[in-house]
């Protein structure tokens, strides 16, 4: 009986690249991809794992700073692009990874890499729903996120996550009453509200509020964690002080909106951080209620509360404009509904919250690479 060959038809070209691509080759083309944060190539920034090289294709994973990284489509359109420019028709695959950084690879507080505050000088701003919408949209890219509702006279979260209703567990865990957070839109979160008769006003003085405050911090089981948001008060008071003196805050997130009433507060709360004595990185500053398109007319921006005065506080301290927020009705009512708006996919402000989410950790990332810790805070007696 005659044997029976099957041939299989390989492209000459194919051959070609099965015989000719090298690792060494493919590693120097991807060496022409700039990260523009940080001005570095990918490999010379360990960015590039996992490199293999099977028949005509190349396939390795690009190692982001984070989860939200806005770059992370630029990256792939060039590395495809530079490794066509040596290997014309080689099939790319670029996968995607995530290792959120903290400064110096040393945790800010124990298993939690990143602390971030947000602030604001004055109530009003729209500041706890920058910090729902931060902390959601985080968690929404793949990061694991908590958030501590700070805000012990006024606390919002629960409500604006839904869980006002709720009281969390609380577990014994190495002879120690430990709080499980709740868990909701993949954020872990811990509030006063939880706690107290949200109905009744809470009179307490400097020393409880400060006491409650890290006893929420110390007392959760957060687990390990990529960023922890905290929802400050207005102002620059107890619970800030109580903050940087306690842990090694990573950065703050400045909220205002365009008027300068509020603008001469956001100044006021901004300075207190970047003082000598504090000294704690400003991440970039957040305009809320920029303007109003109404339904009918989206095209046109009625400048209801003054034009782009958020924007020139950025400019006057040399840090970044993390996001512009429109006025939309929309935004308050996910917030009664306990969904916030990144986490609703018919929100007309979805897309705007994301890119203030990956803006943020664009930030952070930028920020553990290009300085040192942030150093606890000691506050000596007058």
């Not at 927020?325 to 009512?333: D, G, R």
């Not at 920020?367 to 007058?382: G, H, L, S, Y």
């Amino acid at each position: 009986m005659p044997f029976c060959f099957t041939w299989e038809f390989v492209p000459l070209h194919r051959i070609l690249i099965r015989m000719t691509m090298e690792k060494e080759v493919i590693l120097g083309a991807l060496k022409t991809v700039i990260d523009p944060d940080f001005k570095k190539d990918l490999v010379t920034l360990n960015m590039i794992d996992a490199l293999e090289i099977s028949d005509a294709k190349v396939s390795f994973t690009v190692v982001l700073t984070t989860p939200a990284c806005p770059l992370k489509e630029k990256f792939r359109i060039d590395c495809v692009s530079a490794i066509h420019a040596v290997y014309p028709d080689a099939e790319v695959e670029v996968k995607f990874s995530a290792k959120v950084t903290s400064y110096k690879e040393k945790p800010a507080h124990e298993n939690i890499k990143n602390i971030i505050a947000v602030i604001s000088g004055k109530g009003g701003v729209g500041k706890s729903t920058v910090a729902v919408n931060l902390a959601a949209g985080l968690a929404r890219s793949g990061a694991k996120v908590g958030l501590v509702d700070g805000d012990i006279h006024g606390p919002s979260i629960p409500l604006m996550f839904g869980v006002q209703h709720e009281h969390p567990k609380v577990i014994e865990k190495d002879g120690k009453q430990i709080i499980v957070p709740f868990e909701k839109f993949g954020v872990k979160l811990v509030s006063m509200g939880f706690f107290t008769d949200t109905s009744k006003a809470l009179i307490w003085r400097g020393p409880m509020i400060a006491s409650a405050f890290t006893q929420i911090m110390n007392d959760t089981d957060w687990g390990e964690l990529d960023y922890l948001i905290f929802d400050t008060p207005p102002g620059t008071g107890d619970i800030h002080l109580t903050l940087v003196q306690n842990y090694s805050v990573t950065g703050i997130v400045v909220v205002s909106t365009p008027q300068e009433v509020a603008l001469a507060d956001a100044r006021r709360a901004l300075n207190m951080f970047v003082d000598q004595q504090v000294n704690v990185p400003v991440l970039g500053v957040v305009e809320n209620m920029s303007f109003f398109s109404p339904p009918e007319t989206p095209d046109k921006k009625y400048y209801l509360f003054g034009k782009e005065g958020a924007r020139k506080l950025a400019a006057e301290n040399n840090i970044r404009l993390l996001a512009e927020i429109p006025l939309v009705e929309s935004v308050s009512q996910s917030g009664d509904k306990g969904i916030p708006a990144v986490c609703d996919d018919h929100n007309p402000l979805q897309k705007v919250f994301m890119s203030m989410a990956q803006n943020t950790a664009q930030a952070v990332a930028i920020r553990n690479a290009t300085m040192e810790p942030t150093k606890i805070v000691e506050v000596k007696n007058q």
